[in-house]
C-alpha cells in the first residue's frame, strides 16, 4: 500500500475525494505529499522548481525514488473546473490523478487524456469526461 500525507496550508476545507485509492490504483508502493497551498505559494513553487510565472492548477515533482510531492491550487482548480465540466472535487480529484500520472512519467498528450478517463471512470465513476476545452492545462 501507498503512503498519502495530506496537508492544507489554505484556509478553505479540501473537497472530499479517494486520495488514496487513487494514488493505489496509478503508483502502487509510492509515498506521496499532497499539499493543498493557496496561490502565493503555488506560484512561486512554480517559479523556483519550473521557472514559470504564473499560478499552476497542479505541480508535481519527485523527491526520491518512489516519492513525490503534488502541489494543487484551490483557488484555481475552483476557476477552472467549469472549463473542464466537471464539478470543484470532481477537479481536484482529476489535478491529482492528472499529478500522479504525470510522476509515473506520462506528458501530455493522447495517451494521459485517455488515462486520465479511464482513472476518473473507475475510481469515481465517473462516466463521461472529455478533458480541458482548452489546452492551456498548467
Same mark, same amino acid.
Given at each position: ?30 509515498? /506521496? ?71 509515473? @512519467?506520462?506528458?501530455? @498528450? ?12 473507475? /475510481?469515481? @465513476? ?13
Amino acid at each position: 500500500m501507498s503512503n498519502l500525507d495530506i496537508r492544507n496550508f489554505t484556509r478553505r476545507s479540501v473537497p472530499v475525494f479517494v486520495y488514496q485509492k487513487a494514488l493505489d490504483a496509478i503508483l502502487p508502493g509510492w509515498d /506521496i505529499s499532497l499539499v493543498f497551498a493557496g496561490e502565493t505559494r503555488a506560484k512561486s513553487l512554480n517559479l523556483s522548481l519550473r521557472n514559470k510565472d504564473y499560478i499552476p492548477n497542479v505541480l508535481s515533482y519527485e523527491s526520491g525514488k518512489k516519492s513525490g510531492e503534488i502541489v494543487i491550487c484551490l483557488n484555481i482548480a475552483e476557476r477552472q473546473a467549469a472549463s473542464y465540466d466537471l464539478s470543484y472535487k470532481n477537479m481536484v480529484g482529476y489535478l491529482f490523478i492528472h499529478a500522479l500520472l504525470h510522476l509515473k @512519467g506520462l506528458p501530455h @498528450g493522447a495517451t494521459m487524456d485517455k488515462q486520465e478517463r479511464e482513472h476518473l471512470s473507475r /475510481i469515481i @465513476g465517473l462516466a463521461s469526461f472529455n478533458g480541458p476545452k482548452d489546452s492551456n492545462r498548467h
